[in-house]
């Protein structure tokens, strides 16, 4: 119900700012508005407001929405207009206004980022500090003299001051150069610079996290088995076991770390097992039989007791990242461009061959990243919605027939040759337009299911 809940509230609150945007911008134009839609297909709600009578709509299919002006072309009567009405419909436009008309749907959804992004920076944006873990040998951090414990205090010059910040500029970089520097600050508070070589991130590796594959892996702190919450009548419960509990070993094999413990609970449903476990000063012994239970088609165990945080330590690797509202708004400013710049670099990769396809969501997607960030909290779900709309601003804006981009070349051609693309050359347009959407669409639901079966 929260990924349903957090996908329409995302459609709607996009979909409501791009469309408003062509509407606020057609009555500075004074262009007469006839009505205004969320969504398509059979009206759900309807209601007609101010001197024009725009009727205003939610309607059934809730992908996507418009904005319908008077335009004597879709008259059913021609010449039935007044010349008062005439001179308000979208058709006898200055090619000026009515670049700026449609240009505004695409603008407003990148304003509402800027908007968005603004409010996350004076409030402070969490994260984890970029201090390094285990560096695996033969990896490109390896070969960069990179070391466990090293802090990453910049990448290709840009200040960082979390795990996002990295894999950001990273991200960037690896589109742009083979090798970025990258400065640290290591464990005796010394500062060095080395060459971080990005070559062999290959296209495939962009849709998953590919700091494993340089190397940079997040620095874990060490986690005793150590029992948090018990959930009641679970198997911990029955077996006696109490919150701070640690386990030192299972059926006389040592427990270094809560993983292994975890490891060995999966791997032995319905199977008793004796654990030592030490309580405040005392050592004892306890009997817990691991409840079966089905994860994708196999059964593991489960005793029902959470890992005991150290909060300490959490706070200590964690960090909030906040700033002034003029310097927020700069950075806002940046974030919005700089996403919506990659997203183009992005987009040419990929009709290059460059980048893979794998990277075109479809709604299954966007539903799921929309469910989990409103799960995480009210900032994940923010900043998952301004990168939504910085999407949703740039597909628009591209060069397709019936998209918005689309009619802007149209109208580039009309300053260019003085005068209007002819209705055949946008009706041959209309159906490339068409097809070029259904391939994507198709691209996109392809891999919203293969997501959804291969997890």
């Known amino acids: 119900m929260l990924t349903l809940l957090a996908f329409l509230v995302t459609l709607g ?37 101010g001197a024009d009578k725009t009727e205003f709509v939610i309607s059934a299919l809730p992908f996507g929405g418009y904005v319908k002006m008077l335009d004597e072309r879709e008259q059913v009567m021609p010449g039935s207009l007044s010349e008062t009405e005439l001179a308000r419909a979208f ?3 200055s090619v000026w206004k009515r670049i700026a008309i449609v240009s505004a749907g695409p603008a407003a959804n990148l304003l509402l980022a800027i908007f968005l992004y603004w409010i996350l920076f004076m409030q402070g944006v969490p994260g984890m500090k970029p201090l390094i873990g285990e560096v695996p ?30 894999r950001w500029i990273l991200l960037q970089e690896a589109i742009r150069s083979p ?34 594959k340089l190397g940079l892996t997040p620095y874990r702190p060490p986690m005793p088995a150590r029992l948090g919450d018990i959930v009641p009548d679970s198997a911990a419960a029955k077996a006696g076991l109490q919150t701070n509990d640690e386990v030192l070993a299972v059926n006389d094999k040592p427990i270094a770390e809560w993983e292994q413990f ?18 405040g000063d005392q050592e004892l012994d306890a009997v817990v039989t691991p409840e079966a239970v089905d994860e994708n088609g196999k059964q593991i165990g489960r005793i029902g007791a959470a890992y005991k945080i150290d909060d300490a330590i959490i706070e200590k ?8 509202p003029l310097q927020s708004f700069t950075r806002a400013v940046d974030k919005t461009w700089e996403t919506s710049v990659f997203s183009i670099k992005m987009l040419v990769r990929m009709v290059t061959g460059e980048a893979s396809w794998k990277g075109v969501s479809g709604p299954v997607t966007i539903a799921s ?57 946008m009706e041959v347009g209309q159906r490339i337009g068409l097809a070029i959407l259904a391939l994507l669409m198709a691209v996109a639901f392809y891999n919203d299911i293969t997501r959804f079966i291969t997890g």
Do not use: M
């Open 369 to 425: 990243y929309a469910g989990q960030s409103a799960h995480i909290g009210w900032k994940s779900f923010i900043g998952f919605l301004a990168l939504i709309s910085i999407s949703l601003g740039v597909l628009n804006l591209l060069p397709v027939p019936v998209l918005d981009g689309g009619h802007l070349l149209y109208y580039t051609i009309e300053i260019i040759k003085g005068s209007p693309v002819s209705e055949a050359a």
């Open 262 to 279: 975890v490891n060995l609970v999966r791997e032995q449903p319905g199977q008793p097992l004796t654990l030592r476990i030490k309580r």
């Open 179 to 212: 090798v970025v520097a990258v400065k640290v600050t290591d464990e005796t508070q010394g500062e060095h610079e080395t060459a971080l070589r990005l070559d062999s991130i290959g296209k495939e590796d962009f849709e998953s996290d590919f700091l494993d």
């Open 91 to 93: 058709n006898r436009q």
């Open 13 to 49: 609150i996009l979909i409501a700012v791009h469309e408003y945007g062509h509407f606020q911008v057609a009555r500075w134009c004074n262009v007469k508005v006839l009505r205004f839609s969320l969504g398509f297909g059979k009206p759900i709600f309807r209601r007609t407001f």
């Open 317 to 324: 690797l964690s960090v909030t990242v906040s700033y002034g």
């Open 137 to 166: 040998a033969q990896t490109p951090a390896a070969a960069a003299g990179l070391r466990s414990h090293d802090l990453i205090t910049s990448v290709a010059g840009e200040p960082v001051a979390s795990w996002t910040d990295v």
